[in-house]
């Protein structure tokens, strides 16, 4: 009596599947708890035989291993198995199979319980699969090597889906291949550098509007109108698409997942898209951010050696000059103006060194985010930027000086002096380096409202579109075919901090071969 209620209290637990076969394999019996897992009625089970909710590949082992359980050269079977439900999912039991004999020891019935360990199983291979990439990226492998492994590692998770990965071209608004190796090519060709739009398919609506887009039914939605004979050639039948996301909310792309049927997906699907969309997230970010610190590391390993150049060539100088002067032999009888030309360009080059020490300074306090300490106080400004102008005619006689002030420009401003005529220096150096001998650089000074407006335009060589674009970055320096043009490439990121501090604005305007203008602003008051 207490073993049958023991039996009763076993086939009625809804966490233990039980299933009975005869020695055929055909299915005799189940509890409730199985034909939950499975997915099919009692009476349809009744026409089923245990292999045929066996996975295929699973399917020869099973049965080899039943009939040697059955033949006595097994005492029971525990093994963790693959069940083929009802719709045709694949679900995970940790299953325990032993064999009742009769009286005469023949068997009489062969008894299964199976506990579903399927969410046990996809987070083991979901951790696997993200120990794999975090290797890759250890191993700084390409990002199309990783994005593969994150969809192979997807697809291993459940059955019949098929996964794809496309990165956006911000600029372009497209879509582009990463990573699909279990898609048709002929498609993956296809749908290659798509715009993202409103109805633009799943991964393109889901790019354009940054969020998920579920297409249960392809053929039947208006998402897929466009890409409907494209889409017939294909098994290819729902598909759901999550978009990227970088650190700042910036969409990078999409993780989309596919099946061969139409479909909607249930709690664990969302979480996985999620999930995968995530990891994908993370290794694009890991790589764009190692791109960069490689960058910043090859870009100050040239900063270094042209800081160390620009700070050879005026001490050279230096050093050499005042050699001469030392030289009582051969500088003993020459003329005081001779003397003179020598000690100028002895102080020229020694400002020359200052102006690059304060700039590696200036730099220095930038990066750590100490800011720049200004010096406010009321300034002459037409007196500053007349005495700026008339150094340039001094120091570039080569090329042809106008200053322009208009009649509301004011006698006196609140500002740092020294920083605004450090940004005033650095423009028109800029406008006297890049601009041939003869050519005229003006200077303008206007009154716009509640702010003064200082432009320093040039007729020189002039700037690309990506060249003005990186005109503030630090350490950039345009190439030039002249190979006279030296510079650390800091002056510009420097110019935009004081104009910054100062309340202002700064913008740059060129035409490749025509020249460039200079606008920037500070506050009247």
Known sequence: MRDQIVEQAVFANPTIGIEITDGEGRITGSNAAFRDFVGYKETELASLAAADLCHIDDKERELRERRQLIDGDLDNLTFRKRYMTKSGKTIWGDTNITVAHNTNGSCEAVVA???????????????????????????NRSLEEVCTAIVESIETVEEGLLCSILQLNSTAGTLHKI??????????????????????GSCGAAAFYKRRVVVADILNHPYWAKAHRLIKKTELRSCWSQPIFSNDGEVLGTF?????????????????????????????????????????????????????????????????????LLNPQGFAHASKDKKDKYLNIIIEKAEMLSRIIDDLLDIGKIEKGYGLNLRKKPTQIRKTIANVVASFEHTAPQHVFSLHTDDD???????????????????????VKYSPDGSLVELVAETKVDRLRFSVVDSGIGMSKVQVERVFDKFYRAKTNDKTIRGLGLGMNIVREIVEAHGGEIEVKSILGEGTQVHFTVPRS
């Not at 990573?179 to 633009?200: C, H, Q, R, T, W």
């Not at 090859?298 to 800081?307: D, G, M, N, V």
């Open 409 to 431: 420009f004011p006698e006196s401003v609140i500002i740092d002096e020294g920083r605004i005529v450090q940004v005033l220096d650095n423009l028109l150096s800029n406008a």
């Open 113 to 139: 319980t199976m506990v579903d360990v399927t969410d046990q199983r996809r987070q083991e291979l979901l951790q696997q699969g993200q120990t794999r990439i975090l290797e890759l990226l250890y191993l």
């Open 179 to 200: 990573a699909a190796p279990s898609l048709p090519d002929f498609y993956n060709d296809a749908i290659d550098g798509m715009e993202i739009g409103d109805k633009v």
């Open 256 to 324: 989309a997942i596919y099946y061969t049927e139409p479909r909607e997906p249930g709690p664990f699907e969302l979480e996985l898209i999620k999930s995968a969309a995530d990891l994908t997230a993370l290794a694009i970010n890991h790589k764009r951010a190692m791109s960069a610190l490689l960058r910043s590391d090859q870009l100050k390993s040239e900063f270094i050696s042209i800081a160390a150049h620009e700070l050879n060539t005026p001490l050279g100088t230096i050093v050499g000059y005042a050699e001469l």
